[in-house]
């Protein structure tokens, strides 16, 4: 038995007496978002609540909604970039968001909806890609407007959907794709708006060190080789809004070697631990796109290697709550 | 108080005894657990973990109001029908190409968008990538073309992945039509067909 603390859905910080023998919870499923129409994402939700009747999907869960990158519509309009699809602003990305909330409480059975477990968060997500011409100004603005974003969607909710629903945001935090003081900029802004939802970093740790290489200075790519263990450290908990939910896509466990080391580097400098809320894995989306090879981790291999890593740095061990994978929607 | 607490567990039943010392080791537990998993913190540490009480306690209190006070509701049933988005065509770099996923195995370079026959159309070229020890991308010698179509009205998606007959990172260099001509970093050129979703003839060089 490992003692350990975690954050649970309660609210508060308490011991985590368990080990990880605890068993994984059920997946739900995150979605890369090429559209903003309203009906589809109603329909993803829907689906989503059906699932949650039928037994597959858990019934307290988190679904990442990823709308691409971070754009600028117009002077007054931030939004994202749907991947390769025309760009949407944050008004757009908040209704569809809003209408997959809805789609999900309204396919639960009445017995579900009934049900005080039945509860699902639904993280508003977007990458740390920003146009080469941002400057941090406009790159912390960006991150204030995502957090009105969430704070709007939360406003909508009426009170029985407030009973069952919560949106946060979501960052897809690459090193690979912005400086660290870029991906600061933009986590500051959203952490500086006075709603303080919280966001839960999706991203990578590329560089970054595992048990047997590396060093706390060696995070990053060739691209922005700057980054440190304790720049991902501070977007991911460090942050008061900040929730790690890392990619564990490997399936030789190097990702989750990485996230609970960045997890001990918080420890080691008198910080808290990483309190992950669950491993996101893709195997969906790679079975979409042909296959990734070793990257393709199933969720069940992506919460054991976390489990197994975290139990091999007991300072480091905390209870997840969700697991997480994600693929390209697809009616 | 507590001696008179103390004479009356002594003096109770061995069940009300266990549940008792069961009351006092519970609370003692978790502060000890708490204590310890906490120690060593900095203040600095110690005011991030109390910062996330505080908010997760915020997000709780907005999420769970009272069960009895919020019946099921009927359901608001799906919004109105909007018809597809109008699909951006043309040629972009990567500033729309490049934020395909990571972990996928392929880094993008360029994008080229388009109806065709009705279905929403974006082709990404690039490269295929693996990863280091430290998960960090590193581009191999063979190109990668990615054709993405989506259905407008429903859209269901489909993956289709193709190797250009020529090596290295491809980018698309013109278009003429529905045909694609992509350029390897040594100059060499190969031609996609957009319709028949092929590779014509050979390389050549540009």
Known sequence: VTAGVAVLGGGAVVPALASHSDPKPKTTTALYLNTVNQTTLYNQG????????SGSDPKSSEAILAYGSPVKIDANTYGATLFSAPDAGTTQIRTASQQYAQGWYDCLSSANKSDSTVLLKVAIGVTNQYPSSWTNSTVSNHGDAWAK?????????????AAKVVFRGAGDIELGWSAPGKARAWVDGYNGHSSNWFYVNFGGAAGCQTFSSGDENSCGTSTYPSWTSSDVYYVSEEVATAIPLPQI???DAVQAEQWVMISQWGVDHSKPRLFFDGPLSQNGACGQ???CSGTDNTATQAWNQMVNKMDARPQTVVDMTFSVDIKWLNP | VVESLRRKIVGAPKSVRWGAALLLLVPAVWLGVARAGDSGLSPHGREILEEKQRLHALEESTFLPPEETVPPS??????SPEPPPKWEEGLFGRERAADFPTGMAYEFESVWTQVIDGNYVAIYTGVRVTYDALGVEQPTDSGAVLVLTIEPTTWEQGFAVFDPPIEGPVKILKVTGHQLTLESASGETA????DALVFEAGPSSA
């Open chain 1, 46 to 53: 829907c689906n989503a609540g059906d699932r949650v009747d």
């Open chain 1, 149 to 161: 974003l969430v704070d709007g969607a939360n406003g909508w909710r009426t009170p029985v959907l």
């Open chain 1, 249 to 251: 896509y490997r399936t």
């Open chain 1, 289 to 291: 796109v042909g296959g």
């Open chain 2, 74 to 79: 009927p359901a608001a049933g799906p919004p």
């Open chain 2, 191 to 194: 031609v996609f067909d957009a």
